[in-house]
């Protein structure tokens, strides 16, 4: 992997405990950075930080919901003490749920909005209130390529999704000034066991991967890779931007076969292609 300059700095992690935040803890302690990671469970906390200190770096770990004000305040002084000034931030903590809009319980849609919405502004606002008083940093939160459109049976994910997009944009208009860079990645669907659990194998193989043009689920460090790139010096000049992560399935809309079907007539007659 490229070095991308972020050894002995501290980048703290929520949801850094599995799937895409756990790889991005890998992915940074690989790079050198110290890392600080926050989840719900002590037991899978303490497993990503004896694997993240196995690259040799320091790491501290911090149990806590981002729903919770007082205790992401904690984690912060906690981190400070143990690891010294956070320079960045990667928020992936994040819930689904799935529902009819017409049957949405409202519950659902409280805990859905409060933990993506909610505990990405409160991690925003304490780490990011600390990089605006030192003067540098950078936040990159996880979006969804549902914060660009829309998603049948996942309107409280989709609301939300889209709530910390205008969040990311709004975050870097105001912090620019102060140095501290914000940006969003917009994932669409990435290989996880939790997506492959919650997720018929047909929808899978005859939708997701049909009408993508790479033919794939994205892999969880191909996420991670790109959260590396945009906290780290190499994307200086980047903030407030929204990157879509998803093997080209935005490039068209009528895209199937994986942009093998070209959707005319004269070239199916001649041959170019076959609807099989």
Partial sequence: MQ???LKDRVICITGGASGIGRAGA?????D????????????????????????????????????????????????EAELGPVYGLFACAGISRTAPAEDLPEQDLVDVVDVNLKGVFLTCREFGGRMIRRGAGSIVVIGSLDGLGGHPGRLHYVASKHAVSGLA????????????????????FVDTPLLRANMPPAFIEDVVQDRTPLG????????????????????????????????????????????????SKRLLEAGVYTER
């Avoid at 890998?26 to 690989?30: D, F, S």
């Avoid at 780290?232 to 895209?255: E, K, N, Q, R, W």
Wanted: aromatic fraction near 6%; proline fraction near 2%; charge should be negative.
């Fill in 169 to 188: 944009k709004n975050l870097a208009l105001e912090w620019g000034r102060h140095g501290v860079r914000v940006n969003c990645i917009a994932p669409a």
């Fill in 32 to 79: 050198g950075a110290n890392l600080a990671i926050v989840d719900l469970c002590q037991e899978d906390v303490d497993k990503v930080l004896d694997e993240i200190r196995g690259h040799g770096v320091t790491a501290a770990g911090y149990v806590m919901d981002v729903r919770d004000a007082e205790a992401t305040r904690k984690a912060a002084d906690h981190f």
């Fill in 3 to 5: 070095d991308y300059g």
């Fill in 26 to 30: 890998l992915a940074m302690a690989a």
């Fill in 216 to 263: 794939r689920m994205a892999r969880p460090d191909e996420i991670a890779s790109a959260a590396l790139m945009l906290l780290s010096d190499a994307s200086s000049y980047i903030t407030g931007v929204i990157l879509p992560i998803d093997g080209g399935l935005t490039a068209g809309y009528f895209t199937r076969k994986q942009g093998g079907d070209y959707s």
